[in-house]
T-cell receptor
Framework: DAGVTQSPTHLIKTRGQHVTLRCSPI?????VSWYQQVLGQGPQFIFQ???????GRGNFPDRFSARQFPNYSSELNVNALLLGDSALYLC?????????????FGQGTRLTVV | TQLLEQSPQFLSIQEGENLTVYCNSS?????LQWYRQEPGEGPVLLVT?????EVKKLKRLTFQFGDARKDSSLHITAAQPGDTGLYLC???????????FGQGTTLQVKP
């Protein structure tokens, strides 16, 4: 069985540009969450989607947006990129929401903003 | 705001030594998870602790959840070079399953 897949794996963008990151969850998983991991830090929660609805949002500016599609895949969009947006963006899928649910992470997308 | 503080941030030890990593918060979590992350990969779940005072063992790794469900520790016995990596604790917040991560502990085990 395929795990969580993210694309692209690496990306270089210029300040001011926008970027779209993609995530395909494990088959049968309906919940997708996005995290940002800056070098040397733990991941920070950005969004959670379940059954195509936003269930949670972290402390990130409106430049960050996301959506979930009927097949439960998800996109994370970031507009007007800043140098500080350079990070590893992780997608996690789980079968449901709620405490104690195991989250499975993809390998991440390494975004570099120059 | 719920925060988790991990200590130490960096640890470099010789093969065969023991070590403990701590994860502390002023907030109560419904459960706490420990992950291990290798370079270029996403975090991989090691264990979930749910009950205050709970102790779980995974081979040479022992995980403990504090009685008040605000803190946790990871103890590794006789560390091996294969244990090298970034260890992350994460509190599970509320009913959404949102994870609040500590800043991580980078462990290097030298042969």
């Amino acid at each position: 069985d395929a795990g969580v897949t993210q694309s692209p794996t690496h990306l270089i963008k210029t300040r001011g540009q926008h970027v779209t990151l993609r995530c395909s969850p494990i088959s049968g998983h309906k919940s997708v969450s996005w995290y940002q991991q800056v070098l040397g830090q733990g991941p920070q929660f950005i969004f959670q989607y379940y059954e195509k609805e936003e269930r949670g949002r972290g402390n990130f500016p409106d430049r960050f947006s996301a959506r979930q599609f009927p097949n439960y895949s998800s996109e994370l969009n970031v507009n007007a990129l800043l140098l500080g947006d350079s990070a590893l963006y992780l997608c996690a899928s789980s079968s449901r929401t709620g405490g104690n649910t195991e989250a499975f992470f993809g390998q991440g997308t390494r975004l570099t903003v120059v | 705001t719920q925060l988790l503080e991990q200590s130490p941030q960096f640890l470099s030890i010789q093969e065969g030594e023991n070590l403990t990593v701590y994860c502390n918060s002023s907030s109560v979590f419904s459960s706490l998870q420990w992950y291990r992350q290798e370079p270029g990969e996403g975090p991989v779940l090691l264990v979930t602790v749910v009950t205050g005072g709970e102790v779980k063992k995974l081979k040479r790794l022992t995980f403990q959840f504090g009685d008040a469900r605000k803190d946790s520790s990871l103890h590794i016995t006789a560390a091996q070079p294969g244990d090298t990596g970034l260890y992350l604790c994460a509190g599970v917040s509320g009913n959404t399953g949102k994870l609040i991560f500590g800043q991580g502990t980078t462990l290097q085990v030298k042969p």
